[in-house]
């Protein structure tokens, strides 16, 4: 009867948590670390019981805070779940009336009216329930969504080594199965466990009036049951723990492999993969046999203490019965409470798991929601006219994943407005970089960058991405029409500027092409179009609200010729009036630049135009003679698809490796 009370093994954990790669893993880290040495693990370990209490005891106040917007939901449940408690707790006592007279027999009319008086208290048990139980979801439903908009709001406005240094599917999973169990079980835990104290007190309180005696032999062997308990509740724990991680491990390959489906693919890893994964399943197994065996442990020892109990209740209350002490009608009453008094005892360490779960799920929610940016983008400068004279004065930067690397090292240079300059070097030198820094993704560690001879974080976060656009070597386009992919971040703009948009960046003709033209879907991440059709699109999105700053990052550099023709063609007319930073490898994207800027190791080595870099036979000689060369080796079938390109719109004349 009480023996299944205290203890419940947290399936819910195991099989609600599959993406969550990093919930535990501090934990598991942290209790590691405490065997390390053994002469001191028994004080290491009662001091991080002390700090995982407190811990515990803080997140579990946030999770209370966070219901504070819902009082009067949560107030009113409360009302409810009382009077549903309370008339719930009478039950019984009617009942073991019932039994009394239906024996005795006295009179129909007191059993029919004991029976109604059942029935009332049963119906308006029923009705409070019900309410109790619709208030306390719509708090629920209220204080997920809270959770999910508060949190995506900390998460977007995170700065960018935030998400070089963090997997999707872990903030996904932050989103998803985090924010769910935190506000389902810290909600519907506060329901369950005040209508557990308040039946366990009601029901020790019928069950002292019913018989004092039986009270005390029930309650006597509460000790030796939470003993039992908490042994095979420190074991399972541990198991939990293990099958915890050993799921996400396995989940970590399946959500590997089908994000990089087409490399599997094309190297016919499918059954490697599949073993990979089975093998990855086989060690949760493990650990799940581990726990079934346990269990099937705790489940023979509960059933024993549980038949014991019940024969000594029987025994001693058969002998009350005979010796008049106490009903028979009572005794069953007694009996009845005995049960409700474990359910309810129940809910209450089921409240203790789902609140651990809910605490270790919350851990890394509010992780993120207290995480500050490591800069703010809380400018206010917007000037009405922006010219786009950018100066780079001395400028300095590591990533945050390596700081020791100086990927820029004091670099300097400026572009003045209506100028295009271009960025070339090796991979690896520090062009991407210099983009990245000039659209505020990253604060330099030293020196200022300039805008207008305005510091970059004085202006307007919006005001600055609506005067800058970047358009970088693999666009992301969203599964939304062509229309609002271009219309990204300028959603008020026209469909006449839409359009005119694509027009210029040669996209319009094979959008109209399309069945539902400018309303047909680009698919996820643009899927639905090739690799030259997302950069038109992205260029288009780039030039409909008409920047004075134009960023091309590689814009050309994974495309066919033809594809790669039409997209310069973009380009070039829409240099005009712009100041234009262009990073490519490829010689007839920056030899008609106003300057080329050599990056190399972090620094400019070499500037100057494409005539007078050649004439210095420097590193920018290297770069083109490397590229001719390149270029030589390409098969005749590759001429052939660029001469069609040619045809239709001559380039400016290359020189060959002999005039270098």
């Known amino acids: 009867m009480l023996t299944r009370l205290y203890f419940t093994p ?3 954990q195991e099989d609600s948590n599959t993406l969550t790669v990093g919930v535990n893993s501090s934990e598991a880290g942290s209790q590691q670390s405490l065997v390390s040495n053994e002469s001191s693990a028994s004080s290491l370990q009662s001091n991080d019981e002390n700090i995982q209490i407190s811990s515990y005891s803080a997140t579990t106040w946030q999770l209370l805070k966070l219901c504070k917007p819902d009082w009067h939901y949560i107030f009113g449940g409360f009302i409810f779940l009382l009077a549903a408690s309370v ?139 939470a003993i039992i308990v908490d042994y095979f509740g420190e074991w399972y724990k541990k198991l939990s723990k293990s099958v915890q991680d050993s799921l996400a491990s396995a989940n970590g390959v399946a959500e590997e492999v089908c994000s990089s489906i087409k490399t599997v693919r094309s190297f016919a ?81 089921e409240v203790y798991t789902g ?115 970047l358009v970088g070597q693999e666009p992301v386009l969203f599964a939304r029409k062509l229309e609002e992919n271009i219309a990204y971040g300028h959603e008020n703009c026209e469909f006449e500027d839409i359009r005119q948009s694509a027009i210029e960046a040669n996209a319009d003709e094979f959008i109209q092409d399309l069945h539902h033209g400018y309303g047909a ?20 999105r780039a030039i409909v609200r008409k920047p004075c700053i134009l960023l091309l990052d590689e814009a050309t550099s994974a495309l066919d010729a033809y594809s790669e023709h039409l997209v310069q063609q973009a380009i070039k007319a829409n240099c005009k009036n712009r100041t234009v930073i262009i990073i490519a490898h490829r010689l007839s994207t920056v030899e008609d630049a106003d300057r080329i800027l050599v990056i190399d190791k972090g620094k400019v080595a070499e500037e100057g135009n494409h005539f007078s870099l050649l004439a210095k036979n420097g590193i920018y000689t290297k770069l083109v003679k490397n590229q001719l060369l390149s270029t030589s080796k390409d098969s005749p079938q590759q001429d052939e698809l660029c001469s069609d390109a040619d045809q239709k719109s001559p380039t400016t004349p290359s020189l060959t490796t002999e005039e270098i």
């Open 269 to 349: 890893c499918e059954s490697y993969e599949i073993q990979r994964y089975a093998k990855k399943l086989k060690i949760t197994y493990g650990h799940k046999l581990k726990q079934a065996i346990l269990y099937a442990g705790f489940e023979f020892t509960n059933e024993m203490l549980d038949l014991a109990i019940t024969v000594v209740t029987l025994y001693y209350g058969g002998h009350l019965v005979i010796t008049g002490q106490i009903s028979g009608g009572m005794f069953i009453a007694f009996i009845l409470y005995q049960l409700e008094m474990g359910e309810s005892v129940e809910d209450l360490g």
């Open 87 to 225: 008339t719930e707790i009478f039950i019984p006592y009617f009942e073991g009336h019932v039994i009394n007279d239906i024996v005795k027999s006295t009179s129909d009319t007191q059993i029919r009216d004991a029976i109604i008086t059942l029935g009332l208290i049963t119906f308006a048990t029923s009705v409070c329930t019900g309410i109790r139980g619709g208030l306390f979801m719509v708090a629920v439903a209220r204080m997920n969504i809270r959770i999910r908009n508060l949190l995506f709001q900390s998460v977007v406005k995170q700065d960018i080594s935030f998400f070089d240094q963090s997997t999707t599917g872990e903030i996904t999973s932050r989103l998803t199965s985090d924010v769910t169990k935190m506000s389902d079980e810290v909600t519907l835990n506060i329901n369950t466990f005040l209508r557990g104290i308040i039946k366990v007190i009601g029901t020790t309180i019928f069950m002292f009036v019913l018989s004092f005696r039986l009270t005390v032999v029930t309650l006597i062997s509460l000790p030796l049951i």
């Open 521 to 540: 879907y680009a698919g996820e991440r643009g899927h639905n179009l090739s690799g030259g059709q997302k950069q038109r699109i992205a260029i288009a």
């Open 355 to 469: 609140l651990m779960q809910a605490v270790g799920a919350a851990d890394k929610v509010f992780e993120l929601l207290d995480r500050k940016s490591e800069f703010t983008c809380n400018g206010t400068y917007a000037p009405a006219q922006l010219s786009g004279h950018i100066q780079f004065k001395d400028v300095s930067f590591s990533y945050p994943s390596n700081r020791e690397r100086m990927v820029l090292d004091k670099v300097s240079f400026e572009a003045k407005p209506g100028e295009v300059i271009a960025l070339v070097g090796q991979s690896g030198s520090g062009k991407s970089t210099c983009i990245s820094l000039l659209e505020r993704f990253y604060e330099p560690a030293s020196g200022e960058i300039l805008i207008d001879s305005h510091p970059i974080s004085e202006y307007d976060h919006e005001y600055l991405h609506r005067k800058m656009a």
């Open 10 to 12: 947290v399936h819910r």
